[in-house]
């Protein structure tokens, strides 16, 4: 991390124990690195919120362009819809009584119209 190499690190002991004297020198070495390790939490601790951070602006924008598409394939169904009733209504118009077509929808209330039996009988003959 800092680039220091083992023989710098004995000479930094070296002037340590000197300056603080070998009562001391126990309890700076542990305060010393537990509040190291602090650090190092704290600095493990923020890259792990940058990475969150991170990874919540994909999914962000990852359900943008889900919904974009979703949109997308919402308006192209409508689109499609709207054209088959169009099509729909338009043989309607040419199927409906008074247009001179041959095939006429069933009257209202569903049932075909009867035939009348006289009708039929002067055909036969």
Known sequence: MFDIGFSEMIVVAVVALVVIGPEKLPKVARTLGYLVGRMQR?????????????????????????????????????????QARSEVQAVADRLTPGSGSELQPPAAGGKEPEHDASASAGKAS
Do not use: C, P, W
């Open 42 to 82: 704290y600095v493990n601790d923020v890259k792990a919120d940058i990475n969150r951070e991170m990874e919540l602006e994909e999914l962000r924008k990852l359900k943008d362009e889900f919904q974009r598409s979703a949109q997308d394939f919402e308006q192209t169904i409508h689109g499609e819809l709207q």
